[in-house]
């Protein structure tokens, strides 16, 4: 094989690499987060919230009810049991009594509204609790895959590794550490001439340069960009 062969193969092991190891990375943050489980946990959180809120406001309306009535009862009792006979002080009784009852049945109503809410709030932390259900279900299958395809995408980088160290040794160490630094910089560090241009930065290349690719042992470089140049 010419240098350049061995030069540009090298370059397509560490782009192959370079894919395994964002695919690794991506696969790596899947396993840590998940947005739609996240999502599922936000809005049950939310329902639950909702819900919580609604039923501490039955309760104390009912609690608010149960006392007006453990007041209204024994009232009550005062005004029809005879044990009251001064007409000043049964109209006051009255008169609290129908307070009371005004009061009680202000709260009786705000009770019915807060039911339904409750009812409804229910409901909705119902709803929000399967689709969490589902959504680790589906989390649970998701971390399952996932950890198979990582330990697959860990598998064929090790052997991408294992070429790239041998293709490696098949090159000079001088043309390695100029390949090497291009790349670093560069981010590929071969390039076609297509025409008379080098592909990677598009200016024309001279002739004596173009020629120099041909030579098996040597390596061209673009005069603008330095890439390692090939004619193909």
């Keep these: 094989m010419t240098l350049i062969t061995d ?45 919580q809120e609604v039923r501490r406001a039955q309760r104390d309306l009912e609690a608010s009810i149960a006392s007006l009535t453990a007041r209204i009862d024994p009232e009550e009792r005062r005004l029809y049991d005879g044990s009251v006979r001064n007409p000043k002080e049964l109209t006051a009784i009255q008169h609290e009594v129908e307070l009371l009852k005004a009061q009680r049945t202000a709260l009786e109503d705000r009770l019915l509204e807060v039911m339904e809410a409750f009812e409804s709030a229910a409901a909705e932390r119902a709803g929000a609790e399967a689709a969490l259900e589902s959504a680790r279900r589906s989390r649970a299958e998701e971390v ?77 470089q673009c005069p603008n960009c330095e890439r390692i140049l090939y004619v193909g």
């Design 7 to 51: 030069v540009r193969t090298l370059q397509e092991i560490d782009d192959e690499i370079a894919a395994l190891e964002a695919s690794l990375s991506e696969t790596d943050a899947r396993l840590t987060r998940s947005e739609a489980l996240e999502a599922a946990e936000a809005a049950w959180a939310t329902a639950d919230a909702a819900f």
């Design 144 to 220: 399952d895959a996932l950890r198979a395809k990582r330990e697959d995408l860990a598998a064929r980088l090790a052997a991408a590794l294992a070429r790239r160290e041998a293709q490696a040794g098949c090159i000079p160490q001088a043309s390695l550490r100029l390949y090497d630094d291009i790349r670093r910089r560069r981010g590929h560090a071969v390039a076609r001439i297509q025409g008379s241009s080098c592909t990677g930065c598009r200016v024309a290349i001279p002739e004596s340069i173009r020629r120099k690719t041909f030579d098996p042992a040597a390596l061209a």
